[in-house]
């Protein structure tokens, strides 16, 4: 097929060096020319260019922008598209942008890849980063059967594990198992920072190790990443971030009063339930 990627950053970049491998053509848009000439030159894409007017004939578009750009992106795309070209996206909130791009464009599917990295920008983009990982699609009871099928006929080869959902419901869990886990673990770090005494700080530096690097992965990513999901997923990242105040109050008490079988009754229940979702 021919496809289309704007945005070349991890995701749009990693993307179109697996949809290349699979022998497909994929022309790239990114905003600066100099992404635009790594990305050809990292076999990302067979050739980009910073006009959306490159796209005029493809079969389906990715929109790997960050999320503040992907309404605007599909309406500068729209003039230049023939109608059977199938929009997707990858943004990590769904119903903001599901709700406005379906009324702009009949074949767009809502999708977001759940996997990435710390790092960010078109060097960041690596071969097999979805492999294994979910990827969820969020069509509506608007969107045509044809172009989900469109889309998920390119993910399948990529060993993904495809879901579908609703947009809501894709917000409210993902505010869970990842918006949360950013605002978690950027506040970790924050703490590590406030450390008043320089010998101590320099101490802490030098001891952290794996268990530091697990936690502060997430929070120590593209703050732009962090930023827009808390703007554009504010309810449900909102409601995750107050019930985890809750459950870090709770151990609060326990610690303070010396409650040492409920804490480990604490510990047990998320021992147990952790795996149930790895
Ligand atoms: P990224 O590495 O910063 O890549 C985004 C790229 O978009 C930038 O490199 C930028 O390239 C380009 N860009 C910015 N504005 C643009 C515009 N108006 N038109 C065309 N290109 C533009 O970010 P990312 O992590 O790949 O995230 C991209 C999208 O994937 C976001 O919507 C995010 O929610 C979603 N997502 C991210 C992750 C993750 O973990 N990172 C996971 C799943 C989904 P230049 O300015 O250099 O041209």
């Excluded at 020319?33 to 493809?58: F, K, M, Q, Y």
């Excluded at 909130?93 to 960010?120: C, Q, R, Y």
Aim: aromatic content about 4%; charged content about 20%.
């Amino acid at each position: 097929m021919q496809i289309g990627i704007v945005g070349l950053g991890l995701i749009g970049g990693s993307l179109g060096l697996d949809l290349r491998s699979q022998g497909h053509t994929v022309l790239g848009v990114s905003r600066r020319p100099r992404t635009c000439e790594i990305a050809v030159a990292r076999g990302a894409v067979d050739t980009a260019e910073t006009d959306v007017s490159l796209l005029s004939d493809t079969d389906v578009i990715f929109i790997c922008t960050p999320i503040a750009q992907i309404v605007p992106t599909v309406q500068q795309l729209i003039p230049h598209l023939t109608p059977s070209t199938v929009l997707t996206d990858v943004g990590s909130v769904k119903a903001a942008i599901v709700n406005e791009i379906a009324p702009l464009w009949s074949n767009f599917v809502g999708g977001h890849p759940m996997a990435g990295t710390a790092d960010s920008g078109i060097e960041a983009a690596v071969h097999g980063l979805l492999v294994g990982n979910p990827y969820v699609l969020t069509p509506t009871n608007t969107t045509p059967e044809a172009a989900i099928a469109r889309v998920e006929l390119l993910l399948r080869p990529l060993q993904v594990k495809l879901f579908h959902c609703e947009p809501e419901d894709h917000d409210r869990a993902v505010a869970a198992i990842s918006h949360l886990p950013v605002m978690v673990s950027a506040s970790l770090i924050a703490t590590c920072l406030d450390e008043s005494d320089s010998r101590v700080l320099k101490l802490a530096e030098a001891l952290a190790s794996s268990g530091f690097r697990d936690t502060s992965r997430v929070g120590g990513g593209n703050p732009e990443l962090g930023l827009m999901m808390a703007q554009y997923n504010k309810p449900e990242v909102l409601r995750s971030l107050l019930s985890y105040r809750k459950h870090l109050d709770n151990i609060i008490d326990l610690i303070e009063q010396e409650r040492w079988t409920e804490l480990k009754a604490v510990f047990s229940r998320t021992q147990a339930g952790r795996s149930d979702f790895l």
